[in-house]
Nanobody
């Protein structure tokens, strides 16, 4: 079993930055892939970024490419999402997720474990 706890959300002005953290506990294996998703009110949960625990391969949604950076600290079992140049349309609840098969995918169905989410609000 894997537990994921997100933190770091908050209110920020457009153009500002936030760093989200996802602390993982339980049996996290090096083959796992970790992802960030977000869900705005009235919209589907959408993929943001993903990274493998081992090797550091990353993948981003086009909407955040060049502004967001996903990274991990294996020693701390923590994954980060650095968000720069934030826009009002980035406002959403952000969720961390883990994929035990290690597929660097964008589909929600690939991910086995989810955190509770953290709210990010970007004001214009």
């Amino acid at each position: 079993q894997v537990q994921l706890v997100e933190s770091g959300g908050g209110l920020v002005q457009a153009g500002g930055s936030l760093r989200l953290s996802c602390a993982a506990s339980g049996r996290i294996f090096k083959r796992y892939a970790m992802g960030w998703f977000r869900q705005a009110p009235g919209r589907e949960r959408e993929f943001v970024a993903a990274i493998r625990w081992s090797g550091g391969s990353t993948y981003y949604a086009d909407s955040v490419k060049g502004r967001f950076t996903i990274s991990r600290d294996n020693a701390k079992n923590t994954v980060y999402l650095q968000m720069n140049s934030l826009k009002p349309e980035d406002t959403a609840v952000y969720y961390c997720a883990a994929d035990s098969d290690g597929v660097l995918g964008t589909s929600r169905g690939l991910y086995d474990y989810w955190g509770q989410g953290t709210q990010v609000t970007v004001s214009s």
